[in-house]
């Protein structure tokens, strides 16, 4: 390697070291150097040589190219993506100087990126704390350890529902499962467990069940081919991806044991879609089918709600696609999943709002029904939703009808096909919508059912507004 030509690979060594569990005297050991060589390489103050740079290729097993052309560029992207916050609108920020501190002060980079996470986390927390202070039945008293389920959101929103640690490592399982002609194949290989459908009846209650003693993975026979292949990647992530979801999980500080369960179960849910979805041949996908949900899990073999989830991953730093936020309701307007990569202000406490087409799918069962929103500060989303059925497999079994919708911001929706192919879809002819009624300040809109905060409600004794309360102008 000519001396004009240096390669500083900092960032990816040290990310390379960690993701196999080494130390930097592991690593030394095994390259034959010294720790604190290994120290100075991750640090930027020394270039790899050629001869290292063959060392770790042939002790790892690595494609050299991937090593020596990473560099500080995955840091870079991240760090160009988090000063995009207006909290950094007034601070000039040259690319060149961003790639400065992503390439030559990786450590810095790194704290950096995490007091960011903490920063968003914080802000997402202080914000429930106000919401709840500020609803009559939250009372003010109310604490994350009463909630789980929102600190589980909070740590998935804060990270934008994007961890490349498990699209990486999914992916290499992935191509090792194609080699053995699927997941049961890979089972019989690796782990010399044999997978098996079963009656109802013989699981008892359970969809999957793992049995170390007889070396079976069970699963119900009822379920979907979709269902069972999600169950069997989902088992297999537990198997071999406990480290890096322990890895992620260590980034977040939760005040319940079950809200850090919640959190490693969504973990394990993200590694099951990405190993059956893997990142980099479905990032090619989207953009070859034009976003068509349907189109997707035909292709990948995953239902219509797998493939939407998967779409609101798709932010890994230099391989972006279209940002989605995603929701899940009941008919009684429950929400049971929600997801954002698109900064929808979704409401974290009470109803949606009943204008949002999400909530009248159920009208049109396994439709797709398209709509433009936009909110009361002018901002504009599309969102497309349809129903989805849970359970069913045999007559009399119980089904849970819900409905998903997934958007996206207006500035991608024309890469969408349901945008492409439908030209009386226009944003000019947005639904205006709220947030949820107490947020909402539109005055004139029907269907609210509650009074927004700081509005004064009229007395109706000498007129009755069209709309459910009047508000004074004070």
């Known amino acids: 390697m000519s001396a004009d030509r240096r390669l500083y690979v900092g960032p990816s060594l040290r990310r390379l070291r960690r993701d196999r569990g080494l130390t930097q005297a592991d690593m ?8 604190s060589y290994i120290a100075l390489l991750e640090r930027n103050h020394r270039p790899l040589s050629a001869e290292i740079l063959l060392r770790l290729a042939q002790t790892y097993k690595l494609d050299m190219s991937a090593l020596a052309g990473g560099g500080g560029s995955d840091d870079m992207a991240r760090l160009q993506a988090v000063l995009k916050d207006p909290l950094f609108a007034d601070i000039d920020l040259p690319s060149l100087e961003t790639g400065d501190v992503a390439t030559n002060f990786p450590g810095f980079a790194e704290a950096f990126l995490r007091l960011y996470t903490a920063y968003q986390e914080e802000q997402l927390a202080l914000a429930d704390r106000g919401a709840e202070a500020g609803s009559p039945a939250g009372g003010g008293q109310a604490t994350e350890a009463a909630d789980p389920v929102a600190e589980s959101r909070r740590f998935l929103a804060a990270r934008r529902n994007c961890f490349p640690l498990l699209d990486d490592t999914a992916e290499r399982l992935a191509q090792d499962i194609a080699a053995h002609d699927g997941l049961a194949g890979y089972f019989k290989a690796r782990h010399s467990l044999r997978v098996r459908r079963v009656p109802p009846k013989v699981m008892v209650g359970s969809m999957r069940r793992l049995d170390w003693h007889r070396r079976e993975i069970l699963l119900d026979d009822e379920l979907d081919h979709a269902s069972q292949s999600f169950q069997l990647a989902l088992q297999l992530a537990y198997l071999e991806m406990g480290k890096e979801i322990d890895q992620v999980l260590e980034g977040g500080a939760f005040a319940s044991e079950s809200g850090e369960r919640l959190t490693r179960r969504a973990l394990a849910g993200y590694a099951a879609a990405a190993i059956l979805m893997p990142y980099t041949a479905f990032a090619r996908a989207v953009e070859a089918r034009r976003y068509d949900v349907e189109a997707l899990g035909r292709q990948f073999g995953a239902s219509f ?25 009941d008919e009684a307007g429950n929400v049971s999943k929600r997801l954002d990569g698109a900064g ?24 797709i029904v398209t ?13 497309i939703a349809r129903t989805v059925t849970a359970g069913g497999g045999g007559f009399g079994r119980p089904r849970i009808e819900r409905a998903i919708a997934l958007g996206c911001a207006a500035e991608h929706a024309d890469r969408l096909i349901y945008v492409q192919d439908d030209p009386t879809l226009s944003p000019d002819a947005a639904t205006p919508i709220g947030v949820t009624c ?4 539109r005055t004139e809109c029907t269907a ?20 459910p309360f009047g508000f004074s102008d004070s």
């Open 344 to 367: 929808f202000p979704f409401a974290r406490h009470g109803g949606g709002c009943p204008l949002w087409n999400v909530h009248q799918a159920f009208r049109t069962p396994r439709q």
């Open 371 to 383: 709509q433009w929103l936009e909110l009361p500060d002018g901002q504009r989303f599309f969102s």
């Open 448 to 467: 609210r059912s509650e009074p927004p905060i700081g509005r004064q409600i009229l007395p109706d004794d000498i007129r009755r507004t069209t709309a």
């Open 438 to 441: 107490r947020l909402c300040q």
């Open 305 to 329: 709600e797998q493939t939407a989830h998967r779409l609101t991953t798709l932010q890994k730093p230099g391989q972006e696609r279209a940002p989605f936020f995603f929701i899940r309701v």
């Open 28 to 35: 030394a050991a095994d390259l034959e150097v010294s720790p």
